[in-house]
Nanobody, 125 residues
């Protein structure tokens, strides 16, 4: 089993930046594809970004492309989400997740087995 702990959320003005971190337990972090998802009030959880096992491949939702960057440090068992040019519509609970179904970046939340508790990101206008 993998435990994930997110940090770095908070309140920021529109146009600002935040960097989220997700620390994972265990010694097999580099064997997992990692994803970031978000859930806004009254909406379903949606895919934001994903990164392959080595970090060589990434994938982004259209809504964040060019503004968010996902990265990972396998030596530190940590995945990051750098968020720039934040907009009020980015307000949500952001969660990281683990997928062990091969080295493929899935966008469906059903392909991710372990989830963190989430961290709140609030962007004021």
């Amino acid at each position: 089993q993998v435990q994930l702990v997110e940090s770095g959320g908070g309140l920021v003005q529109a146009g600002g930046s935040l960097r989220l971190s997700c620390a994972a337990s265990g010694r097999t972090f580099s064997s997992y594809v990692m994803g970031w998802f978000r859930q806004a009030p009254g909406k379903e959880r949606e895919f934001v970004a994903g990164i392959s096992r080595s970090g060589s491949s990434t994938y982004y939702a259209d809504s964040v492309k060019g503004r968010f960057t996902i990265s990972r440090d396998n030596a530190k068992n940590t995945v990051y989400l750098q968020m720039n040019s934040l907009k009020p519509e980015d307000t949500a609970v952001f969660s990281c997740a683990v997928s062990s179904y091969g080295d493929y970046i899935y966008r469906s939340r059903s392909m991710y087995e372990y989830w963190g508790q989430g961290t709140q990101v609030t962007v004021s206008s």
